[in-house]
Structure formats: C-alpha cells, structure tokens
C-alpha cells in the first residue's frame, strides 16, 4: 500500500484548505485511513480518520465541526475539508491507513503534506 498526501500550503487565518489521500495497492479501497498531524516540539496527534466501507467518521475534539474527512472510493482517495484555520493547526499532516476495514492503529503511513496557518 502507498499513500500519497498533497494539498498542503500557507492559508491565513480563517481560511480553508483541502488535504487529498491518494492509495494504491492491494485491498487499499477497503481499508479505513486517516490523518495524523505534528507540530513543531510536539508529539504526532489524530486528527480524523473514515472507514471507506461503513462511512463512519472520527474526529479529534480540537477540530471537530471546523475539519471535514470525505472519501471517493472509486478515486481511492480520501480528502480532508479544513475550514475556519487557525495558528495552532499548522503541521505537518501526515495519511494513514490501518490493513483493515475499521480504524484503529495505523499499518501504512504516506509522506507528509505542511500546512502553515498564518496569523
């Protein structure tokens, strides 16, 4: 499984990007994936993450109702919508993806994306 981020760049507060998780591999369609992120001098944290078979969705609380997770499973890609931006989301974001159909630690892990939310 490859997993390929992109969307990342500079946005001033309040604006809004959108992050894209594109997979390749074997069974990849079916397997949940989400987005992780680390700041600078911090631990990597859990963002969002979707199962692809069932849609359900999960949020961290410090981005709920502002970070949208989506997916197209015939594109194999699973987006993540980020609105109302702040300082404090700038990271690198990182795409992951369990080797099953529910979330739950990560088995594949792709390349970072940085997203940098000026004040």
């Known amino acids: 499984v490859q997993l390929q981020a992109s969307g990342g760049g500079l946005v001033q507060a309040g604006g809004s990007l959108r992050l894209s998780c594109a997979a390749s591999?074997?069974?990849?369609?079916?397997?949940?994936r989400g987005w992780f992120r680390q700041a600078p001098g911090k631990e990597r944290e859990f963002v969002a993450a979707?199962?692809?078979?069932?849609?359900?969705?999960y949020y961290a609380d410090s981005v709920k109702g502002r970070f949208t997770i989506s997916r197209d499973n015939a594109k194999n890609t699973v987006y993540l919508q980020m609105n109302s931006l702040k300082p404090e989301d700038t990271a690198v974001y990182y795409c992951?993806?369990?080797?099953?159909?529910?979330?739950?630690?990560?088995?594949?892990w792709g390349q970072g994306t940085l997203v940098t939310v000026s004040s």
């Open positions: 992951a993806s369990t080797a099953t159909t529910s979330w739950g630690t990560p088995h594949y």
């Open positions: 979707i199962s692809p078979t069932s849609g359900i969705t």
């Open positions: 591999g074997r069974s990849v369609s079916i397997y949940a």
